[in-house]
C-alpha cells in the first residue's frame, strides 16, 4: 500500500517517526494510518479538509486520541468536539 499523500508534510509524521521505535502505539498508528491501509480514516486529515491545519494539535494521533503521555490541553474546540 502506498504511503499517505500527506506523509513528507505531515506534523505528527515528522514529530514522531524517529520516535516510533521507542513507542509500540506510535508505531502501530503510523504502520496502520500514515503508512497502511486506514490512512483514509485518519482524523488529523479530517479536521485539517474541515476547519483548517491550523486547528490540528501537534500530538493529536490519526485515530484523534492524543500521543500516550500527552494530553488535549491547548487543544483547539474544533480538535476537541469536530463533526467529522
Ligand atoms: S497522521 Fe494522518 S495525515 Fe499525517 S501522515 Fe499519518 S495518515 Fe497522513
Known sequence: MADCEKLTTC???KEY???RSLNMILDKFIADYCQGAKQ???VRKK???IYGI???PLNMTPSGVPVLG???DNWSKEALNPSL
Open 11 to 13: 506534523a505528527f509524521f
Open 17 to 19: 517517526n524517529d520516535k
Open 40 to 42: 483514509g480514516e485518519c
Open 47 to 49: 479536521i485539517s479538509k
Open 54 to 56: 491550523e486547528k490540528v
Open 70 to 72: 500527552t494530553t488535549r
